[in-house]
């Protein structure tokens, strides 16, 4: 064989290993935590100073333990900081949640907050409660929640998309059917939102915006026609992740704990782990 058929060949090979890795790339993970060693305070997406580490974890090493010892609502254990990631219109998050035995819910129809994503037309700092467009994954009174919320639209042009304001706040709530959760027991909590697409031209919005829900690997919420956006922002895109999990004050009936363990963000869907498996 010549040189010059030697090189036809390699780049040939070389092009093919190519194509194969394409279709053998996992879903695109944006980032993923899976809480094993102490020296994850130094990638500064939350205060490694509070972090409190903990063993008993979904898999690996060691799990993220919050604790509320009072009733003034305060976590013991971590603070909440901002991951910044690149912006998408569609998000996928996967970790694995634990309640403490004797779990007691607070009794109102929220509570407690636990993982938030934000989108970029706030500051870096900003929220989460009043901003353009926040997102909530949370456990509230044995179901699983998404929510919604926009509060700082209310005085743009199109104004509120989640719903009026109540309180001082609004917002579109999102629950599985059944009581799903389980005291002392890890379970999987999955979650996909996707931005509805607008009509730039005729000024209006498609309800074709996405929320779902797995829990344990089973879908347990699903809409395909919400809106999440307006005219008014027709850029916007999620770029930023928030875990700060707190109940409002004098909501506990005693003290309590949760646990969170293997989180994945992505722009597609990752699944449960297998058994014994460990993150992507």
């Known amino acids: 064989m010549n040189r010059q058929s030697l090189s036809l060949l390699l780049f040939v090979l070389i092009t093919l290993t190519g194509a194969f890795a394409d279709e053998a790339k996992p879903a695109s993970v944006l980032f993923q935590e899976s809480f094993d060693d102490p020296k994850i305070g130094k990638r500064q997406w939350y205060d490694h100073t509070a972090l409190r580490m903990a063993g008993g974890s979904k898999a690996g090493a060691g799990c993220i333990e919050y604790e509320w010892t009072d009733s003034s609502g ?63 994954i949370e456990p509230v009174n044995g179901k699983l929640r998404l929510a919604a919320q926009d509060i700082q639209n209310k005085d743009t042009p199109h104004g509120l998309t989640q719903g009026p304001i109540k309180g001082g706040y609004n917002g579109q709530m999102f629950d599985s059917g059944d009581e799903l959760f389980t005291d002392d027991a890890w379970h999987c909590i999955e979650a996909q939102f996707k931005l509805n697409t607008l009509d730039l031209k005729a000024d209006k919005v498609n309800a074709d915006g996405i929320v779902r829900g797995w829990f344990d690997d089973k879908l347990v919420i699903e809409h395909t026609d919400v809106i999440l956006r307006s005219t008014d922002f027709p850029n916007m895109k999620f770029n930023q992740f928030l875990m700060a999990p707190y109940f409002g004050p004098g909501l506990l009936p005693h003290a309590q704990k949760l646990w969170i363990d293997e989180m994945v963000v992505s722009t597609k869907r990752i699944g449960p782990l297998e058994s014994g498996a460990k993150a992507p």
């Open 74 to 136: 305060t976590v013991a254990g971590s603070s909440a900081m901002r991951h910044l990631f690149e912006p998408t219109d569609e998000i996928f998050i996967r970790y694995y949640l634990k309640l403490s035995k004797s779990w007691g819910w607070s009794g109102r129809s929220y509570h407690p907050h636990l993982t938030h994503f934000m989108t970029t037309e706030n500051t870096k700092w900003h929220g989460p409660a009043a901003s353009h467009l926040t997102l909530y």
